[in-house]
């Protein structure tokens, strides 16, 4: 089975600052990472993914996040965040084989950009 | 393109109540469909999930049941609510067959049991 942490429940940051939103993983099998990004009252958006290859994967928005398989953490960043960038971000996992996706989601970082 | 419908939007419903949550998908064949649920504060739990026609996989024993009688369309469905049924309900899709494919998510249902 896999679990996902996410190690701090709210981050408030001032807008141009930069900013990582931290995610550890458990799985005893291999595993692909999402970061996924929900804004008020909506459904869930796709930042970016791990699926193999470089550790560090570029998403949209100017997101990135690097995949530390010693460390078990797929760690969010961005350098300079706005403040449209205040939302809920989740990490996840799902194993890397089984011939279907089934996410298994962290309880969510709540980003509040503050200007 | 691929698109996910999914409603009512919002639904306050009194306890002991059926419900019906309704998700369609257009532009894609044969996807993998999902029913998750987000409580508040908490993250998201999968509840069902169907890689086909009629075949519903349910990942926590619960109030709720799903059903799937076309290839694009899932239903969320209970006989009677509970109070602890209230939470933000997230229909999703991906294509099917390979695992690490993106998961895609429509605009959630609100439901709030009173």
């Known amino acids: 089975a896999q679990s996902v942490t996410q190690l701090d429940s709210q981050v408030p940051v001032f807008e141009e600052a930069p900013v990582e939103l931290r995610c550890n993983y458990s799985?005893?099998?291999?595993?692909?990472l999402f970061w996924y990004v929900q804004y008020p009252n909506q459904g869930l958006q796709l930042l970016l993914k791990?699926?193999?290859?470089?550790?560090l994967v570029k998403g949209i928005n100017g997101f990135e996040a690097e995949f530390n398989k010693s460390q078990t953490s797929f760690h969010l960043r961005k350098p300079s965040v706005h403040i449209s960038d205040t939302a809920e971000y989740f990490c996840?996992?799902?194993?890397?084989?089984?011939?279907?996706?089934?996410?298994?989601f962290g309880a969510g970082t709540r980003l509040a950009v503050h200007p | 393109s691929q698109t996910i419908h999914q409603w009512p939007a919002t639904l306050v419903q009194p306890v002991g109540s059926p419900l019906s949550l309704e998700c369609t998908v257009e532009?894609?064949?044969?996807?993998?469909l999902y029913w998750y649920r987000q409580a508040a504060g908490r993250g998201l739990q999968l509840l069902f999930y169907?890689?086909?026609?009629?075949?519903i996989s349910s990942e926590v024993p619960q109030n709720l049941s799903a059903s799937r009688p076309q290839d694009r369309q899932f239903i969320l469905s209970s006989k009677k609510l509970l109070l602890s049924d209230s939470g933000f309900y997230l229909c999703?899709?991906?294509?099917?067959?390979?695992?690490?494919?993106?998961?895609?998510f429509g605009e959630g249902s609100w439901l709030t049991v009173v």
């Open positions: 532009g894609t064949s044969n996807p993998n």
């Open positions: 799985s005893s099998v291999s595993v692909y």
């Open positions: 169907s890689v086909g026609i009629g075949q």
């Open positions: 996840a996992v799902t194993p890397a084989s089984g011939g279907y996706n089934k996410l298994i």
């Open positions: 999703a899709w991906s294509p099917a067959t390979i695992s690490g494919n993106t998961i895609y």
């Open positions: 791990y699926l193999s290859g470089s550790t």
